[in-house]
């Protein structure tokens, strides 16, 4: 009895093994379907984008509204980060990170680090970081990941025309996101209400 239960435990975790095998597979090819922009002019890119909106992530938990980033590029090629937001206490939240090209062909993909350890920023603790849509003024971005649990619409202004912002959720949609896990960023000079992006269109 002993070992037909071993048995029978046996087969079922090689099935369990090869069911999580398989939805691993699947993940990842659903996953590829999330497409990068061919290029990015990084110097254009550089300077200060208003957070419009964004899946919520637990290291942004503290920010209530006017989150913005800001990328410089630095000697060496790697670009400096720096995001702050305003907390419900009303101070700013600040964090600093590093940036650089996940590969030097595509410049559309980056790998961003906010973990500094001996002086230095450590890439091994990075996260991708794909420009997904782009306007070709550089006026507003699309922000996304490959397994697509993160994304962010950033735009130069704190407010974007409903054109446009229509614009951005069918180009969202397009990539595979449900644009209404994406939660509006309230910004001063924008819009206030915190809401899903799917419903921002009136």
């Not at 782009?134 to 490959?146: E, F, I, K, R, S």
Request: charged fraction near 25%.
């Amino acid at each position: 009895m002993l070992v037909q239960v071993k048995s029978m435990m046996g087969r079922a975790s090689a099935l369990v093994a090869s069911i999580a095998l398989m939805s691993v597979c699947a993940g990842v090819a659903h996953a590829s379907d999330v497409k990068a922009v061919e290029k990015v002019d990084l110097e254009r890119y550089q300077g200060k984008w208003h957070e419009i909106a964004a899946i919520p992530q637990f290291f942004q938990r503290k920010c209530v509204r006017d989150t913005v980033a800001e990328y410089t590029k630095l000697e060496g090629g790697d670009i400096r980060v720096e995001n702050t937001c305003t907390r419900a206490d009303s101070g700013r939240e600040r964090a600093e990170g590093r940036a650089r090209l996940y590969d030097s062909a595509e410049t559309s993909k980056l790998t961003v680090t906010f973990l500094e350890l001996f002086g230095a920023y450590r890439y091994w603790a990075g996260g991708d970081y794909w420009v997904i849509e782009l306007d070709p003024n550089y006026q507003w971005v699309v922000v996304g990941h490959p397994t697509r649990k993160y994304g962010w619409v950033l735009s130069r202004n704190p407010a974007l025309a409903l054109p446009t912002l229509a614009e951005i959720i069918g180009r969202i949609k397009a990539q595979g996101y449900d644009a209404c896990e994406f939660l509006i960023t309230p910004q001063t000079g924008g819009l206030t209400i915190k809401r899903p992006l799917c419903n921002a269109i009136p």
